[in-house]
């Protein structure tokens, strides 16, 4: 395991080249948070491109759950705007296969299963403002309580595109009163990677019945003077992908991303 | 001719869908530019489904010339989200039919060429933030000299997608260099409308030989005190289009848009 070669600090303070190098020679095997302080990272989806204009019309429809960052040529296994040589079969530490609708196996390197038809989609995530959101003193409470950012489906309809469809799944993070004006200015610069908050207050508005149970991640704190505020997620793709029940389709595993040679402060332009 | 039966006034007074009843109906067959005061206008590719992937792809990958608003599903004649009820086939006030690269004909209705394949790309157009413009006091040169707008080829490449390719065409407006500034920040806040300039100042480093020969549209005065300043332009997609020599692509004739439901302050968003 890398963990046991690289320290938490030399991951974060290491070029992302130098870490897909070590990530693709498996020696790096663990979740990117962290590593390669100020860079962007990404998700995954890789679909048979019979599947690929339905999954970009969907992200077309549904930009903020679905902020694509770059698509793949077909059968191409590099990020050419993101990834200088990057090998997308091999560059993210850990992928989930999934075969109709069923996840069939968690691998490290998936460059065995690659086909000349595979469409390659990296997605922004929400990383990239939550540095942004510290740096100006917003509190992101989960990160203060080291645990998995709460995450809930919702009654808020996407647009359906092809063979995807399904409701937004949200993020909620807990943010003092008189820093919400902060928080949407920061997080809306931010288009790239979800924007602009989707909801902000009652949680029984957008169908989420019990705060303190999210459907994914972990519950958080909310302190006294502090109002829930929800941004559209990356899970919602990631559903509508699984639930669709394609085939073939290869995810990253959650929190095994890619790392971008791009600035997390370049993504605002 | 509409032009007869209403005055620009009423035009500019008159609701989205009204306009479009009466283009339907042939009853306004002219550029709209100045109607609809306050809504968005929109620009048209209409492409075969097999090519749709690679022109919403070239988009994506180049969304400042190619904002796209709103994709229809294949078949559909109606632009669900932009404008209720509408017949892409019918709502614009002229079209253009393109086989192999050539024009072979201008239409006012092309409901007879209809086919069950199309898929259709409203792509938005940079009236949309002309207006802010206006409206925050920056001169919009071609509209005080009623001409169009100038637009030049240029040495900026896009990101090929497929068939789809070419270097980016610009518009150009000139500015009070004490306005720029605000230019900048007014248009970069309408992301969905070609967003913040590409370029500013000297026109020959992004290859352009002759600021008064602009390679479409009309030559403005540029004064004294002002920089010519240079927008990403959806004449870039177009020419994409019609050099890939498809066999059959129907686009809107210049100037001759749909009126979208959507207001342009809407599109900040």
Redesign the interface.
């Given at each position: 395991m890398g963990n046991k070669k690289y320290s938490k600090e030399e991951l974060r303070h290491m070029a992302p080249v130098e870490i897909r190098r070590l990530i693709r020679a498996g020696e790096i095997d663990e979740p990117t948070c962290g590593m390669a302080d100020g860079y962007a990272q990404g998700n995954l989806v890789i679909l048979p491109k019979e599947y690929?204009?339905d999954f970009?019309?969907y992200?077309?429809?549904n930009p903020k759950p679905c902020p694509?960052l770059e698509?793949s040529d077909a059968g191409s296994r590099n990020f050419v705007?993101m990834g200088e040589d990057s090998d997308i079969a091999r560059d993210f530490p850990r992928y989930r296969i999934y075969e109709y609708g069923k996840m069939t196996g968690e691998y490290t390197d998936v460059s065995s299963f690659w086909r000349d038809d595979f469409v390659s989609f990296l997605i922004g995530c929400s990383f990239s403002f939550e540095a942004d959101l510290l740096e100006n003193n917003v509190p992101v409470r989960q990160i203060e309580e080291g645990r998995n950012v709460p995450m809930y489906d919702t009654s808020i309809p996407c647009?359906p595109a092809g063979v995807f469809h399904g409701n937004m799944v949200v993020s909620m993070r807990p943010i003092p009163s008189g820093l919400i004006p902060k928080a949407v200015q920061i997080t809306a610069a931010m288009?790239r990677v979800h924007g602009?908050p989707v909801h902000i207050g009652n949680p029984a508005e957008i169908g989420i019945k019990d705060i303190n149970a999210p459907d994914y991640g972990e519950a958080v704190t909310i302190r006294p003077g502090e109002i829930p505020v929800f941004w559209a997620c990356g899970v919602t793709p990631q559903n509508a992908v699984i639930q669709s029940k394609l085939p073939f389709v290869i995810t990253h595993a959650p929190g095994h991303m890619f790392i971008t040679d791009v600035r997390n402060a370049d993504l605002k332009?």
């Open positions: 690929a204009y970009l019309l992200a077309q429809r694509i698509v705007q647009q288009a602009a332009y």
